[in-house]
């Protein structure tokens, strides 16, 4: 099966200091998010066409009642490819 490479850094828990609107607008759910953001890479990794993950976010889509991600990947000539998830298709998957 395959397995992406994950980046050092591109599942670093948000933080007060660097993302306070973020914080305060996912206060209530922010556990949830992070474990959410590690489903969003685990599915990511799992397609062929990503190689290495980059970046791993919250999308600005969101709401606090329905969660969604995007992930950044590489494919094999290091071109970018993005991966959408919904909160709904990661329950789903985990």
Partial sequence: MHQAAIKPG????????QEPDLINRYSARLDEVEVFRQL???AAAADPDCK????VEVASTSTTDDLRF???CSDNNGDPVRYNFTE?????QG
Wanted: glycine share 0%; charged share 20%; proline share 4%.
């Fill in 10 to 17: 591109a599942l670093t828990p948000y933080s007060e200091d």
């Fill in 88 to 92: 709904a298709e990661l329950k789903a």
């Fill in 52 to 55: 290495v993950i980059s970046m």
């Fill in 70 to 72: 995007w992930v950044e």
């Fill in 40 to 42: 969003a890479a685990n």
